[in-house]
């Protein structure tokens, strides 16, 4: 038996019997013990290995929800107002207005000429997100300025709405005579409605994918892809992430198998099967997410299933309670109608699978809370963990009721940073702003709390993710909520041991100690001696995944 015993500036363990030590002795990728040398040496022959000796280690970070699509998005044209670093480590520069965004979209189709693509092939691109510009929406008439003969199809940040071009809308047989919900249409002047270009959610976006196919829209899930997310978590700390959307096709399912079965892919994935707005029978869902399950490694973990109930915030097609929208646009939409989403729900609990539901506003996380209480009450289930993602309206109250009912929550702190000036100004007002991602009030009441980025919507990263909730600050100083910061202590618990609790974990991951994988996350600057306000500014060296080294990337 081969024993390696690292020693360290100083081990993080979030164990709470032992907070910190001087040595970590790994064995067949697990942790064989935490102490000083004396204590571990007395486990018999080891190899000491200095290579951390002036690192701090902590539990390997893990993030509860996001994409893999955030390896793959940058086959894609960015879009994005903040500035973005890719996973080869080159940094994108945002656009910040309107018509910077066509300026780079007309010098894509120039390029995709100029190298003699089709001029049917879209172009497309991701990660634009119109609230940046002063309510400005886009419509046709900038996209058509960029191209008026190739179809452009552009993501938003959010996931949940797209823009196109005339040609796009012509492809798809957008007409004004299209009553899906979501297809926005001119209210006034000499486009009254017409189509604007703008979809909303799934059914309307869907009248595109099916003419581009989801590869070309949500990116392609390919080995290549997979390794890239990879490489970009090493950066970041992370060994364990989720992939929260996948319907886990034969396809799918080979791709990720093949990549997490190469050594040298540095992550461990939980994909997690897309059952949401009512598409998928409930019952051949649950038996495929089963059937899965014996086919788990070290490294893939079958058995999570996600749900979805409304919306978008900032895209306003979140379902918010009285009094709705700060700026009086509608309530939003309905991704899945609350009775399907019961019947769904208890299918999937009744099978034994544990549940993921995607709520933004206060009326989805209050419909969700009423059907996981009415399905619980007809069919209990000790130790379900059933969690709540994003959840960023969450008042006291509910979180009382979540804490009774066993519920999760993992809470979309990086929306303080992003949004929190949009929120306080234009979606949900001061009041409600101020307790957006409302962490202290889910740790006063009971709940198990995690945080998350929902990469690529946010860039991976939860040291960042979590000096949003320990600072709450944002891009005009605003702080929303003094009363909800968090302590730098228990942020980097939702950044671990909090997120292995909810994905049903922690037996194996989350903290450093006795039996459990060694998965390390190897950082230059300790996180419990920096000032708060530099916490996202910690830099990270790489990453131990099972006891295998990971360097990460130099940029």
């Known amino acids: 038996m081969n024993t390696t015993i690292y020693p360290a500036r100083k081990i993080i363990t979030m164990n709470p019997m032992q907070p910190e030590a001087s040595h970590v002795a790994v064995r067949d990728g697990r942790v064989l013990g935490v102490g000083s040398l004396q204590e571990l040496a007395s486990w018999g022959p080891y190899t000491l ?17 996001c994409h893999l699509k955030e390896g793959s998005m940058w086959d894609m044209h960015y879009l994005g107002w903040f500035d973005r670093r890719d996973p080869q480590g080159k940094v994108w520069q945002g ?35 119109p609230i940046y510009f002063g309510g400005e929406r886009m419509t046709v008439d900038h996209l058509d300025r960029a191209s008026s003969t190739r179809p452009i199809v552009i993501a938003h940040a959010n996931g949940h709405l797209m823009n196109v071009n005339t040609v796009m809308l012509q492809l798809a047989e957008i007409t004004a005579e299209n009553e899906v919900e979501g297809v ?18 799934p059914a309307a976006m869907f009248l595109v994918i099916r003419k581009i196919g989801t590869a070309g829209l949500l990116a392609p899930m390919t080995e290549a892809g997979v390794k890239s997310f990879a490489s970009l978590a090493c ?147 000790p130790d379900h963990r059933h969690t709540l993602q994003h959840g960023q309206m969450i008042d006291a109250p509910l979180f009382r009721r979540m804490a009774r009912l066993g519920l999760c929550a993992n809470l979309f702190t990086n929306h303080l940073w992003y949004w929190g000036d949009q929120h306080y ?15 202290a009030s889910a740790l006063a009441a009971g709940v198990a709390l995690a ?17 949003c909730a320990v600072n709450r600050i944002t891009p005009k100083g605003r702080i929303l909520g003094q009363s909800e910061c968090i302590s730098v202590p228990q ?8 997120a292995a609790w909810t994905l049903k ?51």
């Open 491 to 498: 942020a980097l618990r939702a950044i671990t041991l909090g």
């Open 235 to 381: 950066m970041q700390g992370v060994t364990t992430a989720t992939d929260l959307v996948n319907k886990l096709t034969q396809q799918d399912c080979d791709v990720l198998e093949a990549a997490l079965a190469d050594d040298a892919c540095s992550i461990r994935i939980l994909p997690a099967f897309q059952a949401f707005h009512g598409t998928h029978g409930a019952a051949l869902g649950a038996e495929h997410v089963k059937s899965l399950m014996p086919r788990n490694t070290d490294r893939l973990r079958y058995g999570l299933v996600k749900m979805m109930l409304d919306g978008s915030i900032q895209g306003f097609s979140a379902r918010l309670r009285w009094p709705g929208h700060f700026n009086g646009a509608p309530n939003g939409i309905w991704v899945t109608a609350p009775a399907q989403y019961e019947a769904d729900f208890e299918t999937y609990h009744q099978a034994g699978l544990q549940i993921h539901t995607h709520t933004n506003g206060d009326e989805a996380s209050l419909a969700a809370v009423n059907a996981i209480e009415r399905v619980l009450t007809r069919s209990p289930q």
């Open 49 to 65: 290995n200095e290579q951390f000796k002036d690192k701090v280690l902590m539990p390997g970070l893990i993030e509860g929800h």
């Open 425 to 439: 100004e234009m979606t949900m007002g001061p009041d409600r702003a101020n307790r957006l991602d409302a962490c």
């Open 95 to 129: 656009l910040r207005s309107m018509q910077a965004v066509v300026e780079r979209l007309t010098q894509v189709d120039a390029s995709m000429t100029a190298m003699g693509k089709s001029p049917t092939e879209p172009l497309i691109a991701w990660g634009f997100d």
């Open 184 to 201: 926005v249409k001119f209210s006034s002047g000499s486009h009254a409605g017409q189509p604007t270009g703008e979809l909303q959610e």
């Open 451 to 467: 945080i998350h980025s929902d990469a690529p919507v946010t860039p991976l990263g939860p040291l960042f993710t979590a000096w």
């Open 505 to 555: 974990l922690d037996h194996e991951i989350g903290s450093i100690e006795c039996g459990k994988r060694a998965d390390f996350c190897v950082l230059e600057d300790d996180p419990l001696s920096v000032e708060p306000a530099l916490l996202k500014d910690v830099r990270v060296w790489g990453t131990v995944l099972s006891g295998k080294v990971f360097e990460a990337r130099k940029v």
